[in-house]
């Protein structure tokens, strides 16, 4: 299982013309073949009118479910450099497809690599990448002389509060990276002389944008 990864929190678009050729890529979100292929189906749909859909997707943590295609481009100019993009990224569970609309001019085996490889980096651009990283649920409870002290360790080391709960005592659930759950349990023991009971609650993946909190279960 892997501590931290890339991958595409919201799917976008990204367009390059060369030499009259449009490149038009449309990057997706991903966790099955299943829904990569019909991704595929939906551009191709979308798309019925354009020379080529060139297609690379990598699926799975340990990239289970890795292709790519040229559709009818030289092979080797198309689906691999595209695919290699993502994998140079490091980005997980994410599939591409890049149209062409051929302009009338031959862009050359070179001219075409670079193409379908710049159309994929603006389609990354264009979507919303974001790292998860594994982490752990902590159910802290302490009373209320303890709390200023657990917030201030968890806003330290910017552990954040998920939820809480004020009733004769308090009860916080921290989210914290699974690497670092040990020495903020130690902190919290130690900064409240052992009155906090913490409690392990679940295991999951987390990220943080734009101050928000995402968690997901992979």
Known sequence: MLEQYKTIMEGGTGEITEKKS???????????????????????????????????????????????????????????????????????????????YFGGVLLGTGGLVRAYSKAVQEGLAGSRVIEKKRGITLKVTTDYTGIGKIQYIAGERNVPVVDSEYTDKVILKLLVESGAAEELQKAITEGTNGRAAIEKESELYFAVLEGKVYTFEN
């Not at 551009?43 to 040229?70: P, Q, V």
């Open 22 to 100: 449009r490149f038009i890529a449309t990057v997706r979100p991903v966790s099955t073949e299943e829904e990569a292929l019909a991704f595929l189906e939906e551009m191709k749909k979308k798309y019925w009118d354009a020379r080529h859909n060139c297609y690379a997707y990598s699926i799975g943590l340990n990239r289970e479910f890795t292709r790519c295609s040229d559709d009818g481009e030289p092979s080797g100019t198309a689906g691999r450099p595209m695919l290699d993009v993502l994998l140079g990224e490091e980005i997980y569970n994410v599939a591409v497809v890049v149209t062409r």
